[in-house]
């Protein structure tokens, strides 16, 4: 009998729980032996199936040699960093889906459990359900990897897609998320941009191996969208999504950084809707590459970490080694990267051409909607600052 602990009985600590048990046979089979929660830590007690496995104290976890993998659940940092060291120190290996922990002191848990010759794993802390990471560092080692992009975030994209598909206004459209549960009552992380910032700073550091510090790396998110854009893009072919990007630049560097983008319906991951995520991975060798599914949710990300529980336990005593160098120097500031620009003017066709020469209109009514060419985004910045700017967004070559 294998023996694990999970700390938090929130969605995805109840959504392990359940998988562990719902899915044991199939697990045992490829394991070679039963896996069994056997404590579960937790701040108040409440009744339930899992009301025997409650602890409210980490030693009990901490100081039992039965217990082989903790599964971290709680979220945010101070208590989760602190209980995910003490974890590791104790020769315990570690999965978690926290990508705020990961994503600021991944690289010091991942050289922690190297010396405790112990595995820290995060599968599920970028795409909920949706393998990712594996298939970065080790399906596509061979590649050097240029760019990943992608829709990282559930809750800003199903806001997206009710603006598109009913016409829905972004405040209308992010009542009717909370109201299904995908919005949690305050949604500041999602569409600010924040979540969603954390996960591609993560993919950053595994793609190019430095680490990204999650202060420098810009997160915008949707809301100052205006369901005028929304429709002008639509007419046009392109589709407004939240992206999150991490690119390597031409002389070396890298950039990272979250924003609203136009892309055209041409581009696969234009059609991803709902909830859904996606991710688009540029390798030297294999060209693009996605990845897509549910991002998040109780049995998806649930099913993620799991999987990271059994490849702990199979990988004897540690998986092939993955990290980062602590090394952040090289990064630079994403309005380097030479891009197209979708601009709303309160103003002409005369005044966009004057500001940036040819241009594509998109929309011309009283306000101007255009495409500039490729230009950095110092350059947009600078030649739009006399224009009165209504919007103002990327598009996706």
């Known amino acids: 009998m294998i023996q694990i602990a999970i700390m938090g009985l929130g969605t995805v600590g109840t959504g392990v729980a359940k998988v562990v048990a719902e899915n044991a046979k199939q697990i045992e089979r490829k394991l070679g032996e039963p896996l069994q929660v056997k404590r579960i830590l937790v701040r108040r007690f409440k009744d339930g199936p899992y009301r025997q496995l409650m602890t409210d104290d980490f030693k009990r976890i901490e100081e039992d040699d039965d217990i082989r993998v903790v599964v971290e659940t709680i ?3 101070e208590a989760a960093y602190e209980y995910t060291k003490r974890a590791l120190m104790a020769g315990k290996h570690v999965v978690t889906a ?7 002191h991944g690289c010091e848990l991942l050289e922690l459990a190297k010396k405790k010759n112990a595995n820290y794993l995060f599968e599920a802390s970028v795409g909920g359900g949706i393998p990712i990471l594996h298939p970065l560092t080790q399906c596509m080692a061979a590649n050097r990897i240029d760019e990943v992009y992608g829709i990282l975030n559930g809750t800003t994209n199903y806001i997206l897609t009710r603006m598109v598909r009913t016409g829905a206004f972004f405040s209308d459209a992010l009542r009717e998320a909370q109201a299904k549960g ?11 941009g924040i979540d969603a910032g954390r996960k591609i700073c993560i993919l950053a550091d595994l793609a190019f191996g430095h680490q990204v510090d999650p202060d420098k790396v810009p997160m915008e998110g949707i809301t100052k969208l205006s369901l005028r854009d929304v429709k002008i893009a639509e007419r046009a072919g392109y589709r407004i999504k939240l992206l999150g990007r991490a690119v390597r630049l031409p002389g070396g560097g890298r950039t ?10 041409d581009n696969p991951i234009s059609g991803v809707e709902d909830v859904f ?3 688009m991975v540029k390798g030297n060798a294999t060209g693009e590459v996605m990845f897509y599914g549910k991002g998040a949710g109780e049995l998806p990300t649930a099913s ?7 490849e702990c336990l199979q990988a004897s005593p540690r998986r092939e080694e993955i990290g980062w ?3 952040t120097a090289g990064f630079e500031d994403p309005l380097e990267l030479h891009t197209r620009y979708y601009f709303r003017i309160e103003g002409s066709l005369t005044d966009a051409a004057m500001a940036f020469g040819q241009v594509e209109v998109l929309s011309e009514d009283g306000e101007t909607a255009f495409l500039t060419d490729r230009i950095s ?15 103002c967004m990327r598009v996706l070559a």
Do not use: R, W
Not at 182 to 192: C, G, I, R
């Open 304 to 310: 993620a970490c799991v999987a990271d529980v059994m």
């Open 277 to 279: 995520n996606a991710v």
């Open 256 to 265: 990272a950084y979250v924003a609203p983008h136009l892309i055209s319906e």
């Open 98 to 104: 926290n990508k705020q922990l990961v994503a600021e």
């Open 377 to 391: 985004g110092q350059d947009a910045m600078q030649q739009s600052k006399f224009l009165n700017v209504l919007a």
């Open 75 to 77: 979220g945010g940092v």
């Open 325 to 327: 160098s602590h090394e």
């Open 182 to 192: 995908y919005a949690e009552a305050d949604p500041t992380a999602d569409v600010e």
